[in-house]
């Protein structure tokens, strides 16, 4: 496993950048993973409704959130409620 990170990525910079679980520079933060089948976290999800979905359906549409397993799914509706709340305010 190490070989292949070195191999792949050869910049120091980039491989610690990688280890730490951040994204790197110029890049989104997805913030805390919601949906683990996806790899969409909660920072994408606040994003899609702030772009008009509101609905759990409509996330998923935008970020595939909440369309595999299904687990998240309630989860991503509290979100969509913090959020439509926060906006009302």
Do not use: M, W, Y
Request: hydrophobic share 35%.
């Amino acid at each position: 496993a190490i070989s292949q990170l070195t191999a792949s990525h050869g910049d120091l910079r980039k491989r610690f950048a990688l280890v730490a679980g951040r994204p790197g520079a110029g890049r989104p933060d997805p913030g805390a993973t919601v949906c683990s089948c996806f790899s969409v976290g909660v920072n994408q999800i606040a994003a899609a409704v702030r772009g008009g979905c509101h609905s759990v359906e409509a996330v998923g549409k935008e970020t595939s959130a909440g369309t595999n397993c299904g687990s998240c799914r309630g989860e991503i509706g509290k979100i969509i409620d913090r959020c439509l709340a926060a906006a009302a305010e």
